[in-house]
């Protein structure tokens, strides 16, 4: 398969096969704590970045913000498009590349869409895309893995059958990044499709230097959907909330 890694497989529909059993549930809870947290005002422009379907988007929307969600999957967005309405706005785009400038209240980047690329140039890009996408002292939000804590539970082989089909999932790790092998066998294929995911082990001290180097200031830091203080063994997510200083 021709480009990267995430390209192809963010497109397959066996990736939204696999992932579509993630719990909505706690998301959307998530979601919810993090509105109450942010206080936004009623009509905040939104940019949800590598929004997938659209499935936060749309959660925000409802609460009567104005949100626009890019991803680089033009099948995610083409089923996302149909629920576009004057409130909510979806666009194939790349986060590498800038967007609108200096237009958002506050922008959003769930569930480790991040770290995907091959160069640190590609990861400061992305990061700069959404810094100048942000109004000044517009907000920032963006929900990690905790790295060590990835490092300690991580399930090394598991499979799961899903409408008849298997995936066999393999996951390891070296000094840089984590990887996730996901073997899809179908019956109506055949032989079995193979795809790997590459995510970079950023740390927060990673996250502070690449943020402060766009103009990105980290005011708080959460270690869980529940909004736990972070430990950096034993909490599961790095949820940082940044603000736009220059």
Sequence with gaps: MKGPWFKNWFNSPYYHQLYF???????AAFINKLIDYLHPQ????????????GRQSMQ???KGFDVTGIDLSEDSITEALQHENENLHFFTHDMRLPFWINYFDFA????????????EREHDNSIRSIAQSLKPNGTF???????????????????????????????WFDEHHFYKKIEVEDDARQEPLIYTEKVAK??????????????????????????????????PRLIMIAEKVR
């Design 21 to 27: 059993h993630r719990d909505e549930k706690e998301a």
């Design 42 to 53: 009623q009509g905040s422009k939104m940019l949800d970045v590598a929004c997938g379907k």
């Design 60 to 62: 925000l929307s409802a």
């Design 108 to 119: 959003f980047n769930f569930f480790t869409s991040f770290g995907y690329f091959r160069t």
């Design 141 to 171: 939000v963006m929900d990690y893995l905790n790295v060590h804590y990835a490092e300690d539970h991580l399930i090394h082989k598991s499979e799961k059958e899903i409408d008849d089909i298997n995936f066999v999932i393999t996951k």
């Design 202 to 235: 950023f740390s927060l001290g990673d996250f502070t230097d690449m943020f402060a180097y766009q103009g990105l200031q980290i005011k708080e830091v959460f270690g869980d959907y529940n909004f736990g203080n972070y430990d950096v063994k034993k909490s």
